[in-house]
């Protein structure tokens, strides 16, 4: 027996989050999980709302997938570059087509899922549904998010760095061990949660992102969600917390979640006085090398690619994102404006840019002033 629901109330989607896990906890990743779900409902979905499709198969979930509400537009419940994955869970492939077709039918003027893996089953599916109903849709690559294959030999792993990040990373270390009193806390189940995350917290807020207040302890939405993420996962024992101190001082640190053998590391943060000590650099290395010595399958650094990461990934994970426009009149205007006409805007303001600063780098011309006796 199968049935469809569209969950919008938390207090619904929390009473049966026992049955959704059941399916959400056998995915790769974690960003399906209500322990995930439930605070980012908390924090960011209080505005608009989330709604979430169930397939229900026998009573138990076939297949699902949250979507960020709203009147016109749904969007995938990506906010603050999070969660880095956006994706359906399905028990099979005909339970995936079908709550894909679901999905599709439903679709208000605009759905803007991104996020997407660029070569997963949710893109696949989703397309394909709406190329069935004759919905217009727009497929656009977006920064990957890297990863470090942890589940072979860390001999190896060091041998395929290059030279340079390898120099660097032990001169780093012994300079701050020459300098300080080093302590480097891995991937540990946290000690006391709540003053290590203050102390995060506090760390992330003392640089460049606490004076552009874009610290989380600036925005009540996303600390409502960090908290309730903390919370959930230091629950199930799934929260990992990295710390590196020098002279009994926090200088980095770092929050992940450890999944079906993988880490997934969300917030980063280091104190700026300390750059020429590279603590960031020497910490992510201690991480990688744990993960090497728990056995895990890899470390997922979970964010938009980042110049440094590049020098430690050996993978990288594509990325689309999916705009479907509905059949009527104004999701066939969104998606003429989206194809049509706002990338020649995009055009026409380049192009007066680069004629504003040609204008701008052009020499300036001075002509002589003509002496009397010519003018005469």
């Not at 005909?94 to 899922?113: C, D, K, N, S």
């Amino acid at each position: 027996m199968e049935s469809l629901e569209w969950i919008t109330d938390l207090a619904r989607f929390a009473a049966v989050s026992a049955e959704w896990d059941a399916l959400a906890g056998e995915q790769e990743m974690p960003f399906l999980l209500s322990s995930w779900l439930v605070p980012w409902w908390r924090g960011f979905g209080t505005a608009r709302g989330l709604r979430v499709a169930v397939l229900w198969r026998d009573g138990g979930v076939g297949a699902g997938i949250p979507i960020w509400d709203g009147r016109r537009t749904w969007e995938a419940p990506v906010a603050e570059a999070m969660p880095p994955f956006c994706s359906m869970m399905a028990t099979d492939d005909a339970a995936r087509l079908r709550l894909a077709e679901q999905v599709i039918a439903a679709v208000p003027a605009e759905t803007f899922l991104r996020a997407l893996a660029a070569d997963g089953p949710t893109l696949e599916a989703l397309l394909g549904a709406a190329e069935r109903r004759g919905l217009p849709t727009i497929a656009e690559e977006m920064p990957g998010t890297l990863l470090t294959e942890t589940a072979g030999s860390l001999d190896d792993y060091r041998a395929g760095l290059s030279s340079k990040v390898r120099s660097e990373v032990g001169r780093l270390q012994r300079k701050a061990a020459r300098e300080h009193d080093l302590e480097i806390a891995a991937l540990e189940p946290p000690r006391e949660v709540a003053q290590q995350w203050r102390g995060l917290l506090e760390l992330e807020a003392s640089g460049w992102k606490g004076e552009s207040r874009t610290a989380i302890l600036h925005k009540p939405e996303v600390r409502t969600f960090f908290d309730g993420l903390i919370d959930a996962f230091h629950a199930t024992g799934a929260l990992r917390l990295s710390e590196l101190s020098l002279d009994g001082r926090l200088v980095a640190t770092a929050m992940s979640l450890v999944h079906r053998g993988r880490v997934f590391t969300l917030k980063v943060a280091y104190d700026e006085s300390h750059r020429r000590l590279g603590p960031g650099f020497v910490l992510l290395m201690a991480m990688i090398e744990r993960c090497f010595e728990l056995g895990l399958d890899a470390y997922e650094f979970s964010g938009t690619e980042e110049e440094y990461e590049r020098r430690f990934a050996t993978a990288e994970r594509p990325r689309r994102r999916l705009r479907i426009y509905g059949a009527g009149p104004v999701g066939r205007a969104r998606y003429v404006y989206r194809r049509s006409v706002r990338p020649r805007l995009g055009a026409t303001r380049a192009a007066a840019r680069r004629a504003l600063r040609g204008m701008r780098e052009r020499p300036s011309v001075t002509r002589p002033r003509s002496s009397p006796r010519s003018r005469a």
